[in-house]
């Protein structure tokens, strides 16, 4: 099993973040993650910024969003950026990417709620394809590409490992259909995310984001999920907290279920929790 850790976004100091980001190298970490909050009150660093970032301060530990809502983003634009990426990383980016769960935000991207799947097929056709052709045409229902070229290349070839998130079955068999792996969400309770990946092949990637704390600290959990989620209860619902022990317990629960990354969120002392984990958490799973 492989851990990953995530980059502490909300509330962001550059300096912190690079100290962690060194540290993290450090340790038996593989991988440092964002999350994906365009629109909204918390202070949250725009992803493929916060990752470039990272990419200048790290030199070993891959680089990873969860996820890219694609279906609202410019696809050449963002396969641009993200070639850029990879380039700049030396090879080390992952790719998430989600249809996301709502519309609401749609107008506000000058977009119609209708045909938000194909929009999501076809942008991700169009950034696989600048990834891998010399040029690009397509006709599609929101897109029109005439012979159209970018460079740089990804380093990582075809491109970038491309995982997919979602909790719906349609999403799950996206995942399997476009992707390299599949990642549940941390909104999404450990029973739920147990049931959900059973619809997927038992060999293919699995990996689950888990918000959580080491100690009796469900008040402050229930804090930042009210300033990120603008819903403290969900700290109850999905969070993991408690010993040592405690969380080994739930990690061991998706180890035997078939999960074989894991992707480390805590939400507040990011550097303290980051340290404890390693050194009580991970050496027992």
């Known amino acids: 099993?492989?851990?990953a850790i995530a980059i502490p976004q909300t509330y962001?100091?550059?300096a912190r973040i690079q100290r962690f980001l060194r540290r993290a190298e450090e340790l038996p970490l593989i991988a440092a993650w964002c999350i994906e909050q365009v629109i909204g009150t918390a202070p949250v660093l725009e992803s493929v910024t916060t990752l470039t970032y990272a990419?200048?301060?790290?030199?070993?530990?891959?680089?990873?969003?969860?996820?890219?809502?694609?279906?609202?983003?410019?696809?050449i634009d963002l396969a641009k950026a993200l070639s850029s990426l990879d380039v700049l990383s030396?090879?080390?980016?992952?790719?998430?990417?989600?249809?996301?769960?709502?519309?609401?935000?749609?107008?506000?991207?000058?977009?119609?709620?209708?045909?938000?799947?194909t929009r999501f097929r076809e942008n991700l056709e169009i950034?696989?394809?600048?990834?891998?052709?010399?040029?690009?045409?397509?006709?599609?229902?929101?897109?029109?590409?005439?012979?159209?070229?970018m460079q740089?290349?990804?380093?990582?070839?075809?491109?970038?490992?491309?995982?997919?998130?979602?909790?719906?079955?349609?999403a799950l068999l996206r995942a399997v259909e476009l992707g390299d792996?599949?990642?549940?969400?941390?909104?999404?309770?450990?029973d739920v995310f147990l049931e959900d990946i059973k619809q997927l092949p038992a060999d293919f990637p699995k990996a689950k984001r888990l918000y959580l704390a080491l100690g009796d600290n469900l008040s402050r959990l229930r804090e930042w999920f009210g300033v990120i989620y603008k819903k403290p209860e969900m700290a109850d619902q999905v969070a993991v907290w408690g010993?040592?022990?405690?969380?080994?317990?739930?990690?061991?629960?998706?180890?035997?279920a078939g999960v074989n990354y894991v992707l480390l969120n805590p939400v507040f002392d990011q550097e303290a929790q980051m340290e404890r984990l390693c050194q009580h958490v991970l050496p027992r799973v």
């Open 181 to 190: 792996g599949y990642i549940g969400a941390g909104s999404t309770p450990m």
């Open 55 to 75: 990419a200048a301060v790290t030199k070993r530990l891959r680089l990873g969003i969860a996820v890219l809502l694609i279906a609202q983003r410019n696809p």
């Open 127 to 149: 950034m696989k394809r600048l990834w891998t052709e010399d040029k690009v045409t397509l006709d599609g229902r929101f897109s029109h590409l005439e012979s159209i070229p």
């Open 90 to 117: 030396n090879g080390r980016l992952i790719v998430g990417v989600g249809l996301g769960a709502s519309t609401q935000h749609y107008p506000a991207y000058g977009l119609p709620p209708e045909g938000r799947v």
């Open 243 to 256: 010993s040592p022990q405690q969380i080994v317990d739930q990690i061991v629960r998706l180890r035997d």
């Open 12 to 14: 962001p100091d550059a």
């Open 152 to 170: 740089p290349k990804p380093v990582q070839r075809p491109h970038p490992p491309i995982w997919l998130g979602g909790h719906a079955e349609a």
């Open 1 to 3: 099993m492989e851990f």
